[in-house]
């Protein structure tokens, strides 16, 4: 059964106190790994896809990283605005059309 | 700007009521999905369509039930709601090349059952 997990639940950074949010998956045959971004209230907004172990992809001041077995989201010297919940998913080993999401880490950052 | 829209963000029902939310994309996506979020859980798939009149069933889909006539509308059914189903849907869509993994959401119907 496809698996993925996300740590911490919740993160509560102070603003400039960088950190990494960690996604561990279980599925068979990885077909890439998606990283999205949630503000409360709406809908999840797409971030990044990787797609094999070695592979980085950054925005501003978030860069997610991936291994065999688990990705990372790094967030380097964060603001107010990052503070969100953050998703990671997979494509299902059954459907390619089908995602498997963890269940976020919510983050939250002080001025 | 890509929009995906769903039709009401709150409501409030009554146990048994038949409950419709209904979903528009304007990207001309084959796809569309329906999540529901809850707490804890994630978003788990209820149903996707890959074309119109075609469904297939996620990983909760038992009291509900879909609908898609055109391309661009993707409707949840809810025959019977209760107090279990309070939760938070989601509507995506996606034109869906392999792996790209960008789901498109709309902003949720937060349903309450009463």
């Known amino acids: 059964e496809d698996q993925v997990t996300q740590s911490p639940e919740a993160l509560r950074l102070q603003e400039g106190e960088s950190s990494s949010l960690n996604c561990s998956y279980t599925v068979s045959g990885l077909r890439g790994l998606f990283w999205y971004r949630q503000d409360p209230g709406k809908g999840p907004e797409f971030l990044f896809t990787l797609y094999s172990a070695g592979e980085e992809k950054e925005k501003e001041r978030l860069k997610a990283t991936l291994t065999k077995k688990e990705s990372f989201l790094h967030i380097t010297a964060p603001k107010p605005e990052d503070s969100a919940t953050y998703l990671c998913a997979v494509p299902s080993s059954g459907s390619a059309r089908q995602l498997t999401f963890g269940s976020g880490t919510q983050l939250t950052v002080l001025p | 700007d890509v929009k995906v829209t769903q039709s009401s963000r709150y409501l409030v029902k009554r146990t048994g009521e038949k409950v419709f939310l209904e979903c528009v994309q304007d990207m001309d996506h084959e796809n569309m999905f329906w999540y529901r979020q809850d707490p804890g859980l994630g978003l788990r798939l209820i149903y996707f369509?890959?074309?119109?009149?075609?469904?297939e069933k996620g990983d909760i889909p038992e009291g509900y039930s879909v609908s898609r006539e055109k391309k661009e509308r993707f409707s949840l059914i809810l025959e019977s709601a209760s107090t279990n189903q309070t939760s938070m849907y989601l509507c995506?869509?996606?034109?869906?090349?392999?792996?790209?993994?960008?789901?498109?959401f709309g902003e949720g119907s937060r349903l309450t059952v009463l």
């Open positions: 995506a869509s996606t034109s869906w090349t392999p792996n790209t993994g960008e789901l498109f």
């Open positions: 369509s890959y074309d119109v009149k075609m469904k």
